[in-house]
């Protein structure tokens, strides 16, 4: 009984600190993307750009871009990646996509760069980029057929109209709100008005919380905050009026509908703002980052007149259907994460990874699946680890699985591409971090860099090559 107690614990507080820390200002900005992706984007002007049919010195460089500019973990890109898969981008420019962000954006670069220095930085950057293309590729290779086959009919209307003004206008409101949410700049940081709130209970609530759902840095596990508390209970009250409000939106725009955006803009601003417990109450802190979310929501709602009101529902209605796929597998991946990782030592993966062997980088990769991170919260972990004697390798194979796999992500993608593709997917990534993790290792620990780049040209090349004579020979069908 105590072992199903210490499970249970381990899954609500994973859960409880997530949905707290993590999901408001990354992930419902994200959904809201994929929705206008999906319902106002027009479907030729993605094929144009990431279709099967574009060249690839046009897709996958272009994929790659896109994903440098988004600060996003595994989770919060899966609405972007199904967004963009949906309207038609071939398979291998979509998985760079869905690769390369997590692994490889602007703001995991720069704070690698700082807390570990330049060389990880740059091998983050470079590792990302020709595995993410390599697997990318790979991937579109063995499933050419299938791919060819999902966009027969799209292809013929791939010379059609380009993405309107008033899209671009929109979409980038999203985009910058999202970047708002997440980027620590310092403007964004900065306090702009602080005032204490009188609240004498707020002191014994925060330490009650502090109990349920204790800090642990070792594991990741972040505590609950009183503001985390209310933000879920935001969330769920959103939820409730979402079922309806944005649930049956084909039917037209209803009371509902305007409660849950006015909700949803309310939890965004509540979750830009700064709220401490003190022991005269709570300190409350207006910053560029509450001003910033703030102004950009009130920006969207003049963008939103621009359109015709049935390209607004079909907005909101492709939104809530993102939300209906991928949340549920959010929330049950988070929570066995927490069951798994109550039960794993970080000293376990330590005492096997202090050299650059296979098994080393194997365990840095299991160890970034299994005690999976949000986004940057792996660079001070991985710090951590150097500084108890991991060796440089297996922690690269680490920072290049951890922001690509975890147990949620995974049932995400699968409910995205089908099992097959994301479990293909699943391989190769894990194949390519134990890869880079070895590679990286063994030019620290001073193997020629000529013969590393012939090692690993080689190795990739036979990989292509041979995936390539299997879709050949037996092409793979839908699943």
């Known amino acids: 009984m105590e072992f199903l107690i210490t499970a249970l614990q381990g899954g609500l507080a994973s859960l409880a600190s997530y949905l707290a820390a993590h999901v408001l200002l990354c992930l419902v900005p994200a959904f809201f993307i994929a929705g206008a992706l999906s319902a106002l984007v027009p479907q030729q002007s993605i094929i ?11 897709s996958y460089p272009a994929a790659a871009g896109a994903g440098s500019l988004l600060a996003v973990c595994s989770c919060t890109i899966q609405p972007l990646f199904a967004g963009i898969y949906k309207k038609g981008a071939g398979l291998g420019p979509a998985i760079t996509f869905l690769f390369f962000a997590p692994a490889a954006n602007i703001l995991a670069l720069s704070y690698t760069g700082v807390a570990l220095g330049a060389d990880f930085a740059i091998a983050r950057i470079v590792l990302a980029l020709s595995f993410g293309i390599g697997i990318g590729l790979i991937m579109a290779s063995i499933f050419h057929a299938d791919d060819t086959a999902r966009l027969a009919d799209a292809q013929t209307f791939a010379a059609g109209e380009g993405i309107s003004r008033n899209t671009w206008l929109f979409l980038g409101t999203l985009v910058a709100l999202l970047l708002a949410g997440t980027l620590k700049l310092d403007f964004l940081q900065t306090a ?19 109990r349920w759902v204790p800090a642990d840095a070792a594991t990741g596990a972040e505590a609950l905050s009183l503001q985390g508390l209310l933000l879920i209970s935001m969330l769920a009250a959103i939820g ?64 939103a007149r621009r359109f015709d009101s049935w390209d607004m529902q079909q907005w909101l209605w492709e939104t809530w259907r993102f939300v209906k796929q991928i949340f549920p597998l959010l929330i049950v991946g988070v929570f066995l994460v927490g ?12 005492a096997i990874a202090g050299s650059n062997t296979l098994l080393a980088n194997l365990a840095g990769v299991a160890f970034g699946v299994f005690m999976y ?26 920072l290049m699985a951890d922001p690509e796999l975890s147990l949620q992500s995974i049932l995400i993608t699968t409910a995205i591409i089908g099992k097959l593709r994301a479990w293909t997917y699943v391989g190769l990534v894990a194949l390519f971090s134990t890869l880079a993790g070895l590679t990286y290792g063994a030019w620290i ?15 990739v090349g036979g990989i292509i090559g041979a995936t390539h004579l299997l879709a050949l020979a037996r092409p793979i069908r839908p699943t």
């Open 48 to 58: 144009r750009f990431l279709g099967p049919e574009a060249p690839k010195w046009i």
């Open 192 to 210: 702009l008005v602080q005032f204490h709130l009188p609240a004498g209970n707020a002191a014994a609530v925060q330490n009650l919380l502090d």
């Open 240 to 303: 409730a009026l979402a079922w309806r409000g944005l649930g049956l939106i084909e039917n037209g725009f209803n009371r509902l509908t305007w409660a849950s955006l006015l909700l949803i803009v309310g939890t965004l601003v509540f979750a830009a703002t700064g709220i401490q417990v003190t022991a005269a109450g709570l300190l409350i802190t207006f910053s560029g980052r509450t001003l910033a979310v703030a102004v950009l929501c009130a920006i969207l709602l003049p963008l």
């Open 339 to 350: 069951v798994i990782r109550v039960f794993i030592e970080p000293a376990w993966i330590q």
């Open 373 to 398: 991170f949000p986004t940057l919260v792996e660079v001070p972990i991985a710090k951590m680890f150097l500084s108890l004697g991991m060796h440089p390798g297996p922690l690269i194979a680490y």
């Open 445 to 459: 620990d001073g193997t020629s860099p000529l013969l590393l780049a012939a090692f690993i040209a080689t190795l």
